[in-house]
């Protein structure tokens, strides 16, 4: 996939911001873990799982002209949801093995305020579903058809989510498939994205159509509080891109804020996060889990378990596709 590439030459490089790459143990081999930036304060500032350059670049516009950071994660990711060539966000996303596209999505602001639509169909901006979830429900979570009406009732418009395109593919799968989903590490997408405004507010938002494939009713890490996505406002904020069952398992996103609170850096506590998964995986490389961080003061940090994973900056430095190195290798 085009955006897992490395971009080495992206349009625009960060000054002066790139300290020295550390090494560290990660259990069971010796690997390099990307740089740790300085402590230097830029905000405002946006971060988002994978090159997701026209999300970021969006967001990024909120945040420049004095919006908040919860208005430029919901604008930010809807960006992915409405795009129909992304197959792992929104309207266009892969269905699952009956061939329905169910959608997750959470958000989370300053306050630890949060909402959340898990296997919702047939709505084409699960991240503002969410959100009106949060601001306007006494809940924090709507499930499947609750969500769908609850979005009726918000005003949202019933569309068909499954493109020719992903039915197409889908009608492939089926033909040599068994019925059987599978975890596969080229179907994780999805888009998790962090940003602080320049009040210094901090809100998180993730958003993913979920495993391609997937037995109906699955639900990954992504629309849950603390596994795809977590914000503190007096530490900074994670999120996760990859598979979910593993992320749920080590309530990934709030570790990783937690360690942040602790002392380590966004970068430190990625790498953490990732040892964490893979100690619980001894012996398993057919998986791929990402995560990314940003501490209160605009410092970020990504780590992956598989090569290849990048994740996007933007702030007056400059808009970046930064490189993350990999537990099993850059
Ligand atoms: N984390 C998502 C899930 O498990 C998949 C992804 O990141 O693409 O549903």
């Known amino acids: 996939m085009e955006r897992r590439k490395f971009l080495k030459n992206s349009t625009t490089v960060t000054a002066g911001l790139i300290s020295a790459p550390i090494l560290a143990s990660c259990g069971r081999e010796k690997t390099t873990v990307a740089p740790i930036q300085d402590s230097k304060t830029v905000l405002p500032i946006v971060i988002c799982t994978w090159n997701f350059e026209n999300a970021s670049a969006r967001a990024w516009e909120v945040l420049s002209t004095g919006g908040t950071a919860l208005d430029a994660i919901e604008q930010g990711v809807m960006v992915e949801e409405n795009d129909v060539n992304n197959q792992t966000v929104g309207k266009g996303g892969r269905p699952d093995r009956d061939g329905n596209v169910t959608l997750d999505a959470c958000i989370m602001d300053k306050d630890g305020n949060c909402g959340a639509v ?20 006494p809940h924090v979570m709507l499930v499947g058809k609750g969500a769908e009406q609850f979005a009726y009732e918000k005003g949202f418009k019933k569309v068909n989510l499954l493109t020719e395109k992903s039915k197409a593919e889908w009608l492939e799968w089926k033909k040599t ?48 509080i603390g596994a795809g996505l977590f914000v503190d406002k007096e530490v900074g904020g994670a999120t996760a891109t990859g598979v979910g069952e593993e992320v749920i398992r080590t309530v990934g996103s709030f570790l990783i804020v937690e360690l942040m609170r602790q002392g380590k850096s966004p970068q430190e506590a990625c790498v953490e996060g990732v040892k964490r998964i893979m100690a619980k995986n001894e012996g398993r490389n057919d998986f791929q889990i990402g995560f990314i ?35 099993l290798g850059t």
């Open 293 to 327: 961080a940003i501490n209160k003061k605009g410092e970020t940090g990504g780590y992956c378990i598989q090569p290849g994973f990048t994740y996007r900056t933007y702030s007056k430095e400059g808009h970046v596709n930064n490189p993350s190195n990999s537990f």
């Open 177 to 224: 498939s068994k019925y059987k989903p599978i975890i596969n590490i080229e179907n994780h997408d999805t888009i998790g994205m962090l940003a602080i405004d320049e009040n210094g507010d901090i809100a998180g938002g993730c958003t993913t159509s979920g495993m391609a494939y997937k037995m109906a009713g699955r639900v990954g890490d992504s629309p849950i």
């Open 118 to 137: 898990l296997a919702m169909q047939h709505i084409a901006n699960p991240i503002s579903v969410a959100r009106k979830v949060m601001e306007d429900t």
